[in-house]
């Protein structure tokens, strides 16, 4: 497996760096107006959670201002976040939803 150098005849192994996608953080801000079930419903619908986990999540974001709601590359996380603000504006509430690089 390994291969001599030519100098010196030291057997070194070669570990070719994996190439992983970057990832993106969605995030969810809190804000004074948004209900609470909105938000509960709005996980559910678009981060696929069970009500339990979106209630839990919900108020993590209420209680810190921010959370994570998920993990996703690039276009998959910019489609989540259009996807929420969207539903928000439709709904005439004020949600915000982010995403940043890893
Ligand atoms: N703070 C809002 C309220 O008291 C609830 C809320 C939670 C809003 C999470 C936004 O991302 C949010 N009605």
Do not use: S
């Not at 005849?9 to 760096?17: A, N, Y």
């Not at 559910?44 to 999540?57: C, L, N, S, Y």
């Not at 709601?69 to 509430?93: S, Y």
């Amino acid at each position: 497996e390994g291969k001599p150098d030519d100098q010196t005849g030291v057997i070194t192994k070669t570990r070719p760096k994996t190439q992983r996608p970057p990832l993106y953080k969605v995030l969810l801000l809190n804000d004074d107006y948004t209900p609470m079930e909105f938000v509960v419903h709005v996980l559910e619908r678009f981060f696929g959670m069970t009500h339990a986990q979106a209630f839990e999540v919900m108020l993590t974001v209420h209680k810190k201002g921010v959370a994570v709601v998920g993990v996703f590359p690039f276009e998959v996380a910019e489609t989540k976040v259009a996807q929420v603000m969207d539903f928000a504006r439709r709904h005439q509430h004020p949600l915000q939803c982010t995403m940043e690089k890893e």
